[in-house]
Structure formats: structure tokens, C-alpha cells
């Protein structure tokens, strides 16, 4: 039994280390860290029965990575010979996905220069602006997309369209469109940047019952939702504590 010890010893080690990598990765509920550092191995084996072996199904999204990042030489090769506005488009769509906004929104400026007939350019340029923040830039993208389709991306466009009237100092107007905006839309971040504005103005209460909104989905989700929707109820939580009452 000793040396059955002795030889399971580093495998224990590295099982409550990549329980803990994982926590910290991910940032699952905080009673976690407890139940992996408690119960010892045992506590690792459950915890990553639970919240890790599920993780396991977006390990392929990492694979896409290599795939994509040679889609974007050829097409980056491409347009040497053809810059038509579907390679500039694909290529923005492209480099969203691999994080190259700067790269992405210039490549959509190019999609618009070449044809400016379909929305979504707009709409990911508008984004992509945002996400640089650059919310002046943003405006007119997205202004154009909801004026020509109110519901356009599950009314999302029109979320960040007064997120953005919020980032350039028009607060009345942005209200205006968040309240009618989440008369539907069940979108988190939507909730959170519509928080964001009440805190702004001193709204706490109302802001913490949008940030609560956020909180109050995470029951009835499924596993695969709640972990895609982690960095939402961080910010919600954060939110909470920022406005506490």
C-alpha cells in the first residue's frame, strides 16, 4: 500500500492542478475551489467530472483555430488577384474570430468600398468599432443597420446602437432605445450595458435589477449555456457589488 501511495502521489498532485488550472481558467461557482482543495483528490476527480469533462465538447472550437488561420492566408493571398467585396467580407468575418479587430475592421471598410448593398458589412464594422472603442465610429454603422432592420442579429444591433448613443454622451436617446430593446431582447449584454447606463445616472436600484435579470437566468440554462454565459454573470455579480444598495 505504501508504494501504491508513493506511485499515485504525482498523479494526485497533477489531478488538483489541473482541477485548479481549470477553476481558474473558467471561474465556475467560488465553492468549487473549496470542494478541490477539501476533499483533496477526490475533490479534483469530482470537480472535473462535473465542470471539466463537459469543456471537453469546446476543444474543438480550439481546432478550428489552424483552419481558419490558413483560410485567411489564402484569402489574404486571394485578393491580391480578386478584391471582391465577399473575400474582404470572409476576411473581416475572419479575423473577428481570431480577435484581429484593427485588421478585421479595415478589411470591412474594404467590403464597402467595393459594394455597400448588404448590411452585415456594416453591422460588423460598427462592432468591431466598438470594440476598439470607438463608439463615435460606431454610430452611423449601426444607425443604418436597425433603420433598415429594427430585429437585425436577435436585436443585438440595435442593443449595441444605444450602448453606443450611451459611450458618446447622448444618455436620453440610449434609454429611450434600451427600454424598448428589452421589451424582447434576453440578450445579457444588452441587460448589462443598459445597467451600465442607469449606473451612470445614478439609477442604482434599477441598474441592480437589470444585473439581477442577468443572475436570474443562470438556473434554468443548460451546462453547455451557463459556461458560455460566465462572463456575464461575473459582470453582473461585479455590478451588483459596484451598486449595492
Known sequence: MFFLNLFLHPWIFLLQALAIVHFIRRRPDTYWIFIILFLGPLGAIIYLAVEALPDIGLLGQSFKVFPRRSRIRELERAIHDNPSAGNYEELGDLYMDDGRIAEARAAFDRAIAAR??????????????????????????????????????????????????????????????????????????????????????????????????????????????????????????????????
Open 116 to 245: 455597400a448593398d448588404t448590411l452585415d458589412p456594416f453591422y460588423r464594422r460598427g462592432v468591431c468599432a466598438l470594440q476598439l472603442g470607438d463608439a463615435a465610429a460606431a454610430l452611423p454603422d449601426l444607425e443604418r443597420v436597425v433603420n433598415k432592420e429594427a430585429d437585425y442579429d436577435f436585436q443585438r444591433a440595435a442593443g449595441l446602437l444605444a450602448h453606443a448613443y450611451a459611450l458618446t454622451g447622448q444618455k436620453e436617446k440610449a434609454e429611450q432605445l434600451f427600454r424598448k430593446v428589452t421589451v424582447t431582447s434576453t440578450l445579457s449584454e444588452t441587460y448589462l450595458n443598459f445597467a451600465e447606463l442607469l449606473a451612470s445616472e445614478n439609477k442604482n436600484a434599477e441598474a441592480r435589477e437589470w444585473a439581477q435579470k442577468v443572475l436570474d437566468k443562470k438556473p434554468s440554462m443548460p451546462g453547455y449555456l451557463r459556461r458560455r454565459e460566465r462572463p456575464w454573470f461575473r459582470r453582473a455579480g461585479e455590478m451588483l457589488k459596484r451598486v449595492g444598495a
